[in-house]
């Protein structure tokens, strides 16, 4: 009877010293339980919650909270990103996707597609798709934020294609995701102060580098804030549907270049609207400041005036009640000497 072939793995594990095998079974095991977690990685459920409106909200195992909070936050952000783009077309629903951990990206991408390295959120306009990671090198991300992001740009390409400028998707992105930090606050304040800023061409080619540096967008941010806020005449607001904007935006997508848009919406070339905004940023973030410093030293030297004051009174009672206290000393004084002096007897004759 033949005897039946063994694989050749049980036969390298066989012809193995008795001290090897068990580092073997070890590693092999190790190896097993890596590639599982591995395939199991970026796997998401099914819809985690249905959102209300055009919104799908799928996640992966131990991203309840977060899928809760987009649930909840992510159809009313699409709702105004949409109402921002009216009369642009409507691009139906849109599938969210939440992954522990940034490296997962990619496995929750469709198609498994490629995301860049240090991308914490990636959109797929084609499929509707945007994934977003909860964390990132353990570090726990703002979820609804990054969502609100992607979802704007997604929205803004769909409307404009590519006759949106970098420095008008970046900013109206960050316009709906709220976004705001330290070190957009910092930035400004250099523009302010130093006049680090960018031409809006320099601008949109720092954006478009794999490695965007923070003052590229925080100066779209607020460049594009300020548009969305300005009125159709210099120095006024925009009343709540901020209608010049939206004109503006309109007008790109109909085929008109940036300059000609501003001048249609705004009454104003982009080169004016920028230097508007320049002088508007200058007012937040170098005049205010400054006002409110040369107030405080004028509250400091007020204040300084009043404890002298109050110093000054203080040192006049204690000098007061000190020369009180000697004469009543020296008045006490002369009264026992006196009492100590003998007494004269007047004779007569």
């Known amino acids: 009877m033949t005897r039946p072939s063994q694989p050749r793995t ?3 594990f066989n012809v193995l010293p008795a001290h090897l095998r068990g580092t073997l079974a070890l590693a092999l095991g190790l190896a097993a339980a890596l590639a599982g977690a591995r395939a199991h990685a970026g796997e998401v459920e099914g819809p985690a919650g249905e ?7 799928r996640s992966e195992r131990g991203t309840g ?3 809760s909070a987009v649930a909840r936050t992510a159809p009313a952000t699409l709702a105004s990103i949409r109402e921002d783009l009216r009369g642009l077309g409507n691009p139906g629903r849109v599938e969210i996707r939440i992954v522990r951990d940034a490296r997962d990206l990619e496995d929750a991408a469709p198609g498994r ?3 860049p390295e240090a991308a914490r959120a990636a959109a797929f306009p084609a499929e509707r798709i945007v994934v977003v990671a909860a964390s990132q090198g353990g570090e726990p991300l703002d979820v609804t934020r990054l969502v609100a992001h992607e979802l704007a740009q997604m929205s803004l390409d769909d409307a404009l294609g590519a006759r949106a400028p970098g420095w008008l998707r970046e900013g109206f992105a960050q316009l709906h995701a709220s976004e705001f930090s330290l ?3 910092r930035a400004l304040l250099a523009m302010a102060w130093r006049g680090e800023t960018m031409g809006l061409g320099a601008l949109s080619a720092e954006l478009s580098a794999a490695d965007v540096p923070s003052r590229a967008r925080a100066q779209s941010a607020d460049f594009v804030a300020y548009l969305a806020r300005r009125g159709p005449l210099p120095g006024a607001e925009a009343s709540g549907e901020r209608w010049p904007f939206r004109n503006f935006l309109r007008e790109v997508a109909g085929g008109e270049d940036v300059d000609s848009a501003a001048r249609a919406s705004f009454g104003a070339s982009l080169g004016a609207l920028y230097d508007e905004w320049y002088d508007d940023l200058r007012d937040r973030y170098f005049f205010a400041p400054a006002s409110l410093f040369s107030g405080g030293i004028w509250a400091f030297a007020a204040l300084l005036l009043c404890l002298a004051f109050i110093r000054k009174r203080r040192q006049k009672r204690a000098t007061l009640r000190r020369w009180e206290e000697e004469e009543a000393a020296w008045s ?3 009264s026992a000497g006196r009492e100590g002096l003998p007494t004269a007897t007047v004779r007569n004759g």
């Open 10 to 12: 049980e036969l390298l």
């Open 65 to 67: 909270d977060a899928a």
């Open 183 to 185: 070190a957009r606050a």
């Open 51 to 57: 959102a209300e409106g055009d919104v799908t909200v």
């Open 332 to 334: 006490a004084s002369a």
């Open 113 to 115: 597609r490629t995301v």
